[in-house]
């Protein structure tokens, strides 16, 4: 069975950090792309970041870019979001995601979805 695990979540003041992690389980990504999605109460899930199956290349929405890093540890089977300058509209939770072969800046690419971490930004 595989399993997608969030960690690292919690609240933070505006402009802080925090660093996500997800520990996946039951199958290897090492082919295959990992990611994170967030989903604010009421709306639905919005791409963060993802890296490819390789890790030579990484994707961020626009909103993050500069201030969130992704990276993936193939040997530990995880993939980490660094997440910096945080602001209250980030207030979300956060899930891993990963597998799948369509565009990797779309949710529903990815089949495995972790239960998610929550993140809360306050102002």
């Known amino acids: 069975q595989v399993r997608l695990v969030e960690s690292g979540g919690g609240l933070v003041q505006t402009g802080g950090s925090l660093r996500l992690s997800c520990q996946a389980s039951?199958?290897?990504?090492?082919?295959?792309?990992m990611g994170w999605t967030r989903q604010a109460s009421g709306k639905g899930p919005e791409f963060v970041a993802a890296v490819n199956w390789s890790g030579g290349s990484a994707y961020y929405a626009d909103s993050v870019k500069g201030r969130f890093t992704i990276s993936r540890d193939d040997d530990k089977n995880t993939v980490d979001l660094q997440m910096n300058s945080l602001k209250p509209e980030e207030t979300a939770v956060y899930c891993c995601v990963a597998g799948g072969y369509g565009p990797l800046t779309n949710p529903v690419t990815y089949p495995y979805w972790g239960q998610g971490t929550q993140v809360a930004v306050s102002s």
């Open positions: 039951g199958r290897a990504f090492s082919n295959e792309p």
